[in-house]
């Protein structure tokens, strides 16, 4: 049936361009219809995006499929260029599956100007969805600095008390790192311009181009840094809370569920590929490692002493985003399949963390815990929701975070031990920080007469919180349709690592292709020559 519509051909441009029509469409309407036109349009994209489970055919290996280009700025070889394969996939689908329901748990959180509210929600999505089918650098990048815009409002506008310092800290952390990749961007273009002759942006023609191993490094570390701060790896952490507390609820649920994810999606679609001899370096591994598993305890400490609720999620996702960078630098096919798997169950239950911590406070209005206590004798599936959702992101066996969290460690462990033990304790981390809060809040003595009258869930949160759940439990149960369809893809990601000559014989083959001629000036090659000579001693 799929083939019959021709799904493949126009499935990914429907889902970038239908909510920004969807955007025009609640701007034009009336304030009180606002919120239901976007919860429609947002249903559509959702129920287009199921589509892409059977078009993807894992089958064909690991290149990308519903593959489309226009020319954009054919002077610059920039094209509109779009495409999936079985990393892209999870990610799309886990940004329509998110947006609607951020937006329909926001129908009684928000209560003015719920016409640019809803508009940029829709904005933000078309943001996201671009940054995982884009096949173009360039086109990338648009989406990726497009996605900033909706995000600031989002906050500064309908946070909280400190929503302009929390705004101006995120656009300003984000913005900086996206500018050193547009220098790494360029350099590269450039770079494959005088090389090959061939002016793109397009992924594939910026694969051929041969990097010294001195390149590689610079490169990598612009690249880095910018998707380390949108993860954000610790140290550059610190924009997060301040982000998740002051944001309204949906704002919350789409940077958890799916804005963190453009950072390690970057680590996996560009700084492996593109950067294989960097990404392999023993300093590169030993460090990210290293920052993967300090920003979990760190990050599970400090959570633990977090008297504000919401404050503690923020930070469990800190903890959680360190898996994930653990299990990249693996590389290994158990530690990147297990990074994806914790990159979606992540997405999956930290949202609806939020999102219940978000209906405690329109019952409440308070998100500190020591302000509850006893929730469960009056409100008991509000409870049964909040109990699961901390449970999956714990990591119970039968839970997709258990899953996800297992592959990163066998994977961890094959390539280090120590490492992995040392991240192994994250798992008790977050039992001790997210165990006390469920007690604090649901099972303490029912000693306040405003948690008395806590009312339990309605139907449009049972409808919000359902499916969220019924996925924890079902991939958590039979990951393996995921695994299956993200296999062929994080095999070639490796196979280019593995692959990749050692620095030396880089360094070799690339000086012999620059003394057949280059436009390279003489200064710029002595420069290069310093900096991979340089590398090959630390070597």
Do not use: C
């Amino acid at each position: 049936m799929l083939n019959a519509l021709a799904y493949d051909s126009w499935v990914l441009h429907a889902l970038i361009w239908l909510p920004l029509l969807g955007m025009v469409h609640v701007l034009w309407a009336a304030e009180d219809r606002a919120k239901e036109l976007a919860l429609r349009w947002s249903l559509l994209v959702f129920v287009l995006s199921v589509g892409l489970w059977w078009a993807y055919d894992p089958a064909l290996g690991g290149a990308y499929q519903l593959t489309s280009s226009r020319p954009w700025i054919a002077v610059w070889g920039v094209n509109y260029a779009l495409g999936l394969d079985g990393i892209s996939l999870f990610m799309v689908m886990l940004t329509t599956f998110t947006t609607p329901l951020a937006i329909l748990g926001s129908f009684d959180y928000i209560k003015k100007r719920q016409k640019p509210f809803y508009a940029l929600m829709l904005l933000l999505e078309v943001g996201v969805v671009g940054v995982f089918a884009a096949t173009d650098l360039f086109l990338f990048y648009v989406f990726f600095e497009l996605t900033l815009v909706p995000m600031y409002f989002i906050i500064g506008i309908w946070g909280g008390e400190r929503r302009i310092y929390a705004a101006i800290k995120f656009f300003l952390y984000t913005a900086v790192g996206s500018l050193l990749m547009l220098v790494g961007i360029l350099y590269i273009y450039a770079r494959g311009k005088t090389l090959l002759g061939v002016a793109s942006f397009a992924f594939a023609d910026l694969l051929q181009i041969p990097l010294t191993p001195g390149e590689q490094m610079w490169l990598f570390g612009a690249f880095a840094l910018a998707f380390a701060i949108k993860v954000p790896i610790f140290p550059f952490h610190t924009w997060l809370p301040d982000a998740h507390v002051e944001a309204p609820t949906a704002g919350s649920v789409v940077l958890a569920a799916v804005l963190l994810k453009m950072g390690t999606y970057g680590f996996v679609r560009f700084l492996l590929p593109f950067f294989p001899v960097a990404a392999q370096h023993p300093s590169v591994v030993t460090l990210m490692l290293t920052l993967g598993v300090v920003g979990i305890i760190y990050a599970s400490w400090v959570a633990a002493v977090q008297p504000d609720a919401k404050k503690l999620v923020a930070y469990s996702s800190v903890a959680h985003m360190g898996f994930v960078i653990i299990g990249i630098f693996a590389l290994n096919l158990n530690g990147l399949q297990g990074g994806l798997l914790v990159m979606i169950s992540h997405g999956i239950s930290t949202g609806a963390l939020f999102l219940l911590v978000g209906m405690l406070y329109e019952r409440r209005h308070t998100r500190l815990i020591a302000d509850f206590g006893g929730i469960a004798r009056v409100a008991p599936w509000l409870t049964t929701a909040f109990v699961i959702t901390a449970l999956t992101s714990i990591g119970l066996p039968g839970t997709s975070g258990f899953v996800g969290e297992f592959l990163v460690l066998l994977g961890t462990f094959e390539l280090h031990q120590g490492m992995a033990i040392f991240a192994t304790a994250g798992v008790i981390f977050a039992a001790y920080y997210m165990l006390p809060m469920i007690q604090s809040v649901f099972l303490n003595a029912l000693d306040k007469p405003e948690n008395q009258a806590v009312h339990d869930l309605s139907r449009r949160e049972i409808a919000i919180l359902a499916p969220m759940i019924a996925l924890m439990i079902v991939i958590g149960v039979h990951p393996t349709p995921l695994l299956r369809r993200m296999e062929p893809s994080v095999q070639m990601v490796l196979e280019r690592v593995h692959a990749a000559a050692p620095p030396s014989a880089a360094l070799i083959e690339f000086s012999e292709e620059e003394e057949e001629g280059t436009d390279a000036s003489d200064a710029w090659d002595e420069i290069l020559d310093r900096i991979t000579s340089g590398a090959g001693r630390a070597e």
